[in-house]
């Protein structure tokens, strides 16, 4: 089983105090309110969701999973995140040990692990240190009493992997219903409007579904957006579908400290269009 690598220290690591923790995040001024209401209709494939200690961006992050609680709850997560630490050596990595947290147990997939370890390896030990998939964990817990999950790292964010992984999750969650979240912050440790500015560069590209014209912003510009790859497979699974921005916050929103040193957040969702 894959044991917390960072609960105390983004997040609480007493149950009680991780689920007001969690719920805090929803009634915060930058959050979204708590969801109103279990929904069944089904339409978001893909989302974006920011990754650092729950303080700085679970208010963000909790504007994703409002929608995807009230959108309607998935038979499968599947979270990507971006590698932190080198530990996948370049390549894209499963985890297909279960995930414990403060809140219990979530489970991982392990039919979707084994179809998909035709094509990337299973290395528990990659994922032992990361956080930005971690951390989306209690949050799925939050909204799902019963979730299950396949995580994956990037250790290679390029266009190539990004499309690579997308087609593997296509065909390994056929006949699931399935939301691919991406894990990522936007700029990292720049004036807060400089990160204004080129985080909406790079929002603009996403709220255009235009994947190839996200990599142009991100490379040409040098953004410091850690899950860029996660980001444009999200996209690229989710394919045709409408994205919807919830929100985008910087670390100064929510601490009021460094104005001259922000990381920015982000969240959204891609959904089917209504038939």
Not at 62 to 71: G, H, I, M, P, V
Not at 138 to 150: G, S
Request: hydrophobic share 40%; charged share 25%.
């Amino acid at each position: 089983m894959r044991q917390p690598a960072v609960a105390g220290r983004f997040y609480p690591d007493d149950p009680e105090d991780l689920e007001r923790m969690i719920a805090w995040c929803f009634q915060h001024r930058l959050g979204p309110g708590l969801p109103e209401r279990t929904g069944d209709s089904r339409r978001i494939l893909g989302a974006m969701a920011p990754h650092a200690g729950y303080m700085c961006s679970g208010m963000t992050a909790a504007r994703t999973y409002r929608a995807l609680k009230e959108d309607g709850l998935p038979e499968l997560y599947v979270i990507i995140g971006p590698d932190h630490y080198g530990t996948a050596m370049g390549r894209t990595v499963l985890c297909s040990e279960d995930f414990a947290t403060p809140l219990g147990v979530c489970r991982t997939d392990r039919e979707v692990c084994a179809r998909l370890a035709g094509r990337f390896p299973d290395s528990p030990r990659a994922h032992a240190r990361e956080h930005a998939v971690e951390v989306q964990v209690p949050f799925i817990q939050y909204i799902d009493p019963d979730p299950r999950i396949v995580a994956i790292t990037m250790g290679d964010q390029s266009p190539a992997c990004a499309v690579e992984l997308a087609e593997a999750l296509k065909e390994a969650c056929s006949g699931r219903d399935t939301v691919v979240i991406a894990s990522t912050d936007m700029s990292h440790y720049i004036p807060k409007e400089d990160a204004a500015r080129l985080d909406g560069m790079v929002l603009d590209e996403v709220s255009r579904m235009d994947v190839q014209g996200m990599y142009g912003v991100v490379y040409g510009n040098r953004v410091s957006m850690c899950g860029y790859g996660p980001t444009a497979t999200a996209m690229l699974f989710s394919e045709g579908c409408v994205p919807r921005m919830l929100g985008h916050t910087d670390s100064y929103d929510a601490l009021g400290m460094d104005p001259g040193a922000v990381v920015g957040y982000a969240s959204a969702v891609f959904e089917r269009g209504q038939v």
